[in-house]
């Protein structure tokens, strides 16, 4: 869930850190059974290519194609204390919702709300009301109830008859990398600290061994537990190891995470969703209590995401029976200083 949750960013690393679960859990589903149904062009998706959590709806919605039925409005990485703000835009205003700061869509939804601004978040153009900011479940139901939607020869990303298994490896990953690193980041104590970066290490072993001998984590095509895992190695090195003390090893010293992460960075949909100076200034511009002086690193280097990866040696169809999404809409380009 994007960063903000209702805590001052000072208040990090001083009290424990526990990610609170989505309040607005309503559901945009094929048979509008919430009040919500799909519908091209109703809803607008507001994410920060800053954050993890958001970064999975990214990479979701290219893939699947429905950059032309869900616009798309991108934060300012830097939030003050009302979260997530649109000072990216003229005016410093979304130019579809008419809004400042998501969290006036959070209000008009529900005065005195619980939980925190965060992203990704879905808003209901017509109304301007926030409709789910739940990103457990929102990319599940663009893979499977925004299927009149999707583009010709979009993959599965949710196949049926792999779902028990990728529902059990995204839940260790969500428990011990996706949010173990913010455990440790956001760590109150030495034990607790050890303890979360202990289950990080432990878990990427587990990957890297199993990402050994298969080119994707679950069948032979990319998967949602593909993206969730790649959202996180993308913020690895620039973030994680250093800013968040996950500093056994690098992602790049890992021969097969690292190889993984390039391949899935250079597949159409995911590494041009990715705005590393976004990422690097959202985390160490805003998270004061872990990092006062607000000073971003010049490292590391990035040219190495483009470099030669060899994992289609061990075969794999990356969308199945499928094709690569298209060029990236003009409008939603990562600027050259987010790119390798």
Partial sequence: MGEGEGESNAAYGKKEFKRSKSHFADRVTADGRDGWPVE?????LVASRACPWAGRALVSRRLLGLEDALS???????????SWRFTLDPGGRDPVLGIRYLAEAYDAREADHPGGVSVPALVDVPSGRLVTNDYQQLTLDFATEWTALHRAGAPDLYPEKLRDEIDQVMADVYEDVNNGVYRAGFANGQEKYEEAAAGVFRRLELLSRRLAEQRYLV????????IRLFTTLVRFDPVYHGHFKCN??????????????????????????????????HYYQVHSGINPTGIVPLGPDLSGWLTP?????????????????????AAEEVAARGRP
């Avoid at 069948?219 to 593909?226: F, L, M, P």
């Avoid at 990866?309 to 809409?329: C, I, N, S, W």
């Fill in 248 to 281: 056994r090893f690098k992602l790049a010293e890992d021969r097969v995470l690292w190889a993984y992460a390039r391949d899935l960075y250079q597949t159409p949909g995911f590494g041009d969703t990715v705005d590393f100076d976004h990422i690097k200034r």
């Fill in 72 to 82: 798309l409005a991108v934060t300012d990485p830097i939030q003050d204390d009302r």
């Fill in 309 to 329: 990866h060899h994992r289609e040696e061990l075969g794999g169809r990356p969308f199945g029976d499928g094709t690569p999404p298209g060029p990236v809409p």
């Fill in 40 to 44: 091209a062009g109703r809803y607008r």
């Fill in 219 to 226: 069948g032979d095509t990319i998967t949602e537990a593909d």
